[in-house]
């Protein structure tokens, strides 16, 4: 899966010799990709209302589709609407989604920390991360489009400091920092240091997820997920709205 914060969609590695493909017209492909990409982005499942389609895509390239296999083609007009075959067997669905998202939140309800027995201070040392968080995971549908506005802060110096940790965290398990990794946060004690103060202790995979949405909003790729998540909670009333009413995390008031 590619490691980008942004939407996706996938086709096989030789699709574009397939028998149905090979023979389309350079307008043709090019709007079959499109139609993928754009039913992605707008959650359609592969079906594109016809008023919609015929606004963003020549007739002649749409008509092309629909008539590249005499059974199957590309694409079908079904009571107004353009349907793309076999779109939920190559593109994630809602109920895709939906499902990952269960699952998630069935993991983090497992998950947990014994209270912790140090001193902290309110700030901590920022760790700079190589590369754009992995979206393994994405953020749940329900929650809203709106971006954390940090223009020109997706990328910080190396020297940039966040503030001085008093002492490194042992309540985080192997499985956790792992987890916290495969989606590009590679110090995530730094990063619940940095949320708790705002929304009181958490599970460290409900630190994953809170930390996951504020990296998808940014504009353009993080390359300093730490770093930005630092200046992200700067917005500490953005920040309590995903705790509580996009993850809806127990013990966050």
Not at 39 to 66: C, F, H, N, V, Y
Not at 68 to 86: A, Q
Not at 201 to 209: D, F, K, S, T, V
Request: charged letters at 30%; proline letters at 7%; hydrophobic letters at 35%.
């Amino acid at each position: 899966m590619p490691k980008d914060k942004r939407l996706w969609m996938t086709f096989p590695i030789d699709f574009w010799q397939h028998p149905k493909i090979a023979p389309l017209s350079d307008l043709a492909f090019r709007t079959f990709v499109e139609m993928n990409g754009y039913s992605r982005m707008q959650d359609l499942d592969g079906r594109i209302p016809a008023t919609i389609a015929r606004r963003m895509w020549k007739t002649r390239a749409l008509s092309e589709l629909t008539r590249n296999d005499h059974s199957k083609p590309s694409v079908s007009l079904v009571d107004d609407v353009y349907v793309i075959w076999n779109y939920a067997e190559h593109q994630e669905t809602r109920a895709d989604r939906e499902a990952r998202e269960a699952r998630n939140r069935a993991n983090g309800a497992k998950g947990g920390r014994p209270p912790k027995n140090r001193g902290r201070t309110d700030s901590v040392t920022d760790s700079v991360s190589d590369g754009n968080p992995d979206e393994t995971e994405h953020k749940p549908e329900s929650e809203s489009e709106s971006e954390i506005d940090l223009t020109d802060v997706t990328y910080l110096p190396e020297s940039s400091h966040v503030g001085d940790r008093a002492s490194p965290r042992t309540d985080l398990s192997e499985e956790v920092i792992s987890e916290a990794k495969r989606v590009g946060l590679n110090d995530l004690s730094a990063v619940l240091d940095l949320l708790e103060p705002i929304v009181g202790e958490l599970n460290p995979r409900h630190g994953i997820e809170i930390a996951q949405i504020i990296l998808r909003r940014a504009r353009t790729p993080v390359l300093q997920p730490v770093a930005y998540i630092a200046r992200a909670c700067e917005k500490r009333d953005e920040i309590r709205h995903i705790a509580i009413d996009v993850l809806d995390i127990p013990g966050v008031a």
